[in-house]
């Protein structure tokens, strides 16, 4: 922390206290106070979600099913897949750290659309209460991936609810994309070109492509299962010609997007972090800028990979091999760019910084074993082992969740004008990284020993590394439940932070801590880069006032 | 256009050139996700009718031509009144805007009259798919096998039954445009809404435009 | 099994493919994560901090560092790539002598046919160093037959025929797992394959485990279920000659051509009037849920072996059809 | 900037085109062409659809921005059909149930 924090005074007026009353944030159109109610919602979710690991966890303890009935176990996990996928992860970036921070980055007042910014926390809100009614009523057991017929014919759980809530849910997203691309084209401060935008930017644009572009197609996808269930469409169903494989590629188109949605806004972050905490520019700020991109676009040409073992034809698994061979590369060029970043900087340790270490280190895993599965020779292996498992696992907690949390310690001061305990927030930094590989890395060689996933049971000589990773998981259960404790605390007894803690450069930076409604009182005129560190100059100007950087 | 107290203007614009562009290029983009929505049962629609030619078209023939052009027709007709409505936005001329919402409504909804002949008499024929669906062809189709039927007609109402959907969301909304109309809100600088919703009304006269021939017209010689 | 495993048994020719791209592949992410990791603790206590208002000297990019590492990983991927898909193509193209299986998947049990006949239930004896080609299918949902030890695996799914083919190197009792999700016990629906020397099997076969090979009971049905009255061959037949049909090019009357093999078999007896053949009238009855799996294999393996006739043979070919090996 | 305003002729133009385009596929559909009949609706269609965005949806006259908007998620949709279609069209080639 630098020095500024500590004379630093909490502002009078800010946007938590501008009005009062709980229907003052029901009916809020500030994307500030919206990014909040998600801050709110997505972490109850990610609760409900870890409980369910947890359940699963405990039952893979031993060999046999003694926990929970087979049917239990199958809806735990789904619901866990189900609400951590679109409840928690899909969202958490973007709606509470991108929602928070994308229009004060780009100098302006709020999203372009912020009805449609509250309608979807509604949408979102009311996604969330089907599968919640779904998971009352005695939850469903499809798999988040909802396979036909299974999903269709065959499955005696609460298809219909969650399919709706996945479905709302959706449009939430969507239009959460829609509002992050109309406020990056429209709303940009003066001087704020396009190659002047933080790369957290960047990556939330591309972020938007992928949420515009895919999640109709899995919406649509989920609807016709539904319609199958209920009035007993045929579109799927093997018993009258159709194919069941069909509905994978519907869902796949969307759902390998996705994982780029989960991941390119945390990898945002990362860029953010990177650049703080060396006190310096990104290493190649273009080509992080335009890997984004890439990574989106190249996101959608690869879905294939999911359905090696499918009974699609060879020749196109050949094809989306190759191609997702390809997209891991702007992945790559990133891992290596964050990393030289800190050649020459002037590295901190603070909390957020551990965890985008941790980031780059657990990435790196998830996505180099990423690319062995999409070896075809190699998949035909572990394709539906904890093989995979643990590659998603790596990608997505040790990527993005880790991510998100050093973003969150990241802006926390920003959001609230607090400063957080820095002892525990580095004790749960660490116990997070501790707890979550001894979790996740035996399960890579469980999965290659052939332990198929969503198994309630499983044969004796697995049970040795099944006893680590769930020892594993409660550690990491710490490390999350950690947070939540001194995060709260902080909101109360915190330091007052001040406008600047870090002493980063970016526009959120020149506001006061909490930032008022506005978020400027004037819209700032940009004029320089989004990292420059090292010219020590003055870059934003407000109107009759300078703000100051560094 | 100055940026000072214009009426339709948001507190977070600065001026109302960026909010109108802001407003149609939301409005774009949310169409570029209707088209991906409905993409996935074109797509749906490809597979099958490669793989059950015969199936696919002996459902076509017993779809009523006759009500599907009229439908189109009366579609395409209300994309005109709707072009038209804009346009008298645009130039802010009260009445106008008011009269061609409400064409545009009726025309709407004689479409969803008549695709609601065509449905119940899909019912009493036995034609929705589910437990009592039972296609009787004839001639050339006598053989043609009840799973693929299925699938034809599961398509149709799927594609058919969500553009409908979206026939009654545009209705509904012409209904609650009506009363700002009257009240002349859209002006030559405030139409926004008005521009939007006509890209909306397009949209889905296109879909139909695909719907039309892919569905009714196959094979028919 | 003693001690902590790491691996599973190599036990069919592909196993050691499968395991060598794994080895590769760790030798390269463990370089990889080294470096990085590397890299991120020496530039951490090399550039650490020292004092509040430090800050980096601008290093903007290098261009042949980036160029090096977007390009050595796309090298190693694309070798990568082709050596993978080298093994996918021989794990997905049977030899020509493998003797086929069938198997059925159904929640939730694995329900196998010898081409001898014998039948068993999640349990799959075969025997060493003899390829063997399961053709599979499942009467409800999607499974997937797993063979951890010969690191193989291929979704099984209703309505169609999809394949499998491995060569067991080594005899022991290994796992077989479904793994794709099918419902409440997805995590039961397994069982064993024995792999035995030759003479082990036959005797084990012989160990009077009931059934007629599918090749016969195929033909018997030919007759039962009344196909041989179109199907008789000769100019009075009102249906296509079915000898020699598998693996030849039919001419349809939409004009494309097919080319015939178990799914386009599986198709014209379950759905005829789908894809008629020119010349033909679809007089086909369709006989969609007359048939059950097994029975349908049994057809299936049954006109796959009708030789192809030469000149017009005649009806006598169809009532004898072809002596196949094993005994029931 | 102002809006562009196109003239009622325009839309009256348009209108007819679209219907007489309409009447036409109908009537080509009764003739026999073989797979032509096919190439010739979706031609059709894909004409009707392009008036109805130039110039009802006013994209002629449209930023460079938005133009790239329909562009690309029209392209979108053609990827997505392309390469689901190469697994439903190459499905058989090998010749092995299932590969
Ligand atoms: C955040 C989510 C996320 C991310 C970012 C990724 C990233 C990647 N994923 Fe992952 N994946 C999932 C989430 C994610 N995945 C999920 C949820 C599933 C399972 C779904 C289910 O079935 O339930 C899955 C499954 C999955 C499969 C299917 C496995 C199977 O079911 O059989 C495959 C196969 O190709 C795959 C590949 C990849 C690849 C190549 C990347 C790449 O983008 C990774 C790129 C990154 C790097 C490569 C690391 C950095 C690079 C270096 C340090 C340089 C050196 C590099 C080389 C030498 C190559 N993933
Ligand atoms: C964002 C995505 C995400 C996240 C964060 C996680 C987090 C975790 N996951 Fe999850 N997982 C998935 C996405 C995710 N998972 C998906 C998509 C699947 C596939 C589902 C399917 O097959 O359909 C899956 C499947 C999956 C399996 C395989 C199940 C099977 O195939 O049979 C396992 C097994 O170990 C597992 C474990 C864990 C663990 C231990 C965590 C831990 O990181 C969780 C730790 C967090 C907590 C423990 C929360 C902290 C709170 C508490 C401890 C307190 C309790 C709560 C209250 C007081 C209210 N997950
Ligand atoms: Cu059968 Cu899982
Ligand atoms: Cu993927």
Known sequence: MSSAAATAEYPKKHYLNATQGILSWLLTKDHKRIAILYLVSVSAFFMLGGLMAMLVRLELLTPAGDLLGPDSYNRAFTMHGVLMVFFFLLPVVPAILGNFVLPIMIGAKDLAFPKINLLSWYLYMAGGSFTLYAMAQGGVDTGWTFYAPFSTTYSNSYVMATAIGVFINGFSSILTGLNFIVTVHRMRAPGMTWFRLPLFIWANYATSLVMILGTPVVAIAIALIGLERVVGLGIFDPARGGDPVLFQHLFWFYSHPAVYIMVLPAMGVISELMATFSRKSVFGYRLVAFSSIAIAVLGFLVWGHHMFVSGQSVYTSVVFSVLTMLVAIPSAIKVFNWSTTMYEGSVSYDTPMLYALGFLGLFTIGGLTGVMLATLGFDIHVHDTYFVVAHFHYVMVGGTVMAYLGGLHYWWPKMFGRMYPVFWSKISAMLVFVGFNLTFFPQFIVGYLGMPRRYWQYPDEFQIWNVLSTAGASVLGVGFLLPSFYLLWSLKYGKVAGPNPWGAVGLEWTTPSPPPTENFESIPVVEGGPYDYATGEKIFVLKGKEAHVV | MSDVAHPGLAHHFESYEQQRQSASLGMWVFLAQEIMFFGGMFLAYMVYRSRYPLAFIAGSHHLDIGLGAFNTAVLIGSSLTMALGVRAAQLGRRKAVVLFLILTLILGSIFLVVKYFEYSEKWDHHLIPGKHFHFEGEGKFAEVPQGPMQIFFSLYFAMTGFHALHMIVGVILILYMLRPAWQGKYTPENHNYVEGFGLYWHFVDIVWIFLFPLLYLIGRH | MSGIPFFPYQASTVAGQVDALYFVWLAVSAVFSLLIAGMIVYFMVRFKRKSEDEHGREVHGNLMLEIAWSGIPLVICLAMFFWGTKVFFDVSRPPADAVEYFVTGKQWMWKIQHPSGAKEINDLHVPVGVPVKLTMTSEDVIHSFFLPSFRIKQDVLPGRYTSLWFEATRPGKYHIFCAEYCGAEHSRMGGSVYVMPKEEYEAWLSGGLAGKPPVVAGQELFSTMACSTCHMAGPASRGPELHGLFGSDVQLASGRTIKVDDAYLRESILTPTAKVVAGFEPLMPTYQGQLTEEQLNSLIAYIKSLPKLEGAAGQQAVAAPPATGGEG | ?99
Request: no cysteine; hydrophobic share 65%.
């Open chain 4, 1 to 99: 900037m102002s809006v562009h305003v196109s003239s009622v002729k325009t839309y009256t133009l348009i209108f007819l085109a679209l219907m007489v385009l309409t009447a036409i596929t109908v009537f080509v559909a009764y003739l026999d062409l073989g797979a032509l009949n096919n190439v010739v609706m979706l031609t059709i269609a894909v004409a009707k659809a392009t008036l109805v965005v130039l110039f009802f949806m006013h994209v002629a006259h449209a930023t460079k921005l938005i133009k790239l908007v329909v562009v690309s998620s029209m392209f979108w949709l053609l990827l997505m059909f392309a390469f689901t279609m190469s697994d439903y069209l190459t499905r058989g080639w090998l010749g092995v149930a299932g590969k």
